[in-house]
Nanobody, 123 residues
Framework: QVQLVESGGGLVQAGGSLRLSCAAA????????MGWFRQAPGKEREFVAF????????YYADSVKGRFAISRDNAKNTVYLQMNSLKPEDTAVYYC????????????????WGQGTQVTVSS
């Protein structure tokens, strides 16, 4: 089982940027598609973006398209989420997930999760 650790969250003003990182350990990283999800208080976990095993394919939720960018560096066993033009509604705990095989927009398809990193966007 791959272990995941997110970092890079914090407090930022609306319109600002943050870059989240998710480092993987324990198993070879490249066979996994990687996804980012987020969960706000009182809400279900929500899909943000995923990236294919080699990084050739990406997919985004409509709410973040054009503002967020997912990328990965398999040599460093790390996936990133660059978040620009942040809005207060982006406030949530952000989680990365690993899925053997193809990426998915459904949280239940992922096999491993990190502990999450808090992102707070002030207005």
């Amino acid at each position: 089982q791959v272990q995941l650790v997110e970092s890079g969250g914090g407090l930022v003003q609306a319109g600002g940027s943050l870059r989240l990182s998710c480092a993987a350990a324990g198993r070879t990283f490249s066979p996994y598609a990687m996804g980012w999800f987020r969960q706000a208080p009182g809400k279900e976990r929500e899909f943000v973006a995923f990236i294919s095993q080699r990084g050739g394919s990406t997919y985004y939720a409509d709410s973040v398209k054009g503002r967020f960018a997912i990328s990965r560096d398999n040599a460093k066993n790390t996936v990133y989420l660059q978040m620009n033009s942040l809005k207060p509604e982006d406030t949530a705990v952000y989680y990365c997930g690993a899925r053997a095989g193809y990426g998915s927009a459904y949280a239940e398809d992922y096999n491993a999760w990190g502990q999450g990193t808090q992102v707070t966007v002030s207005s």
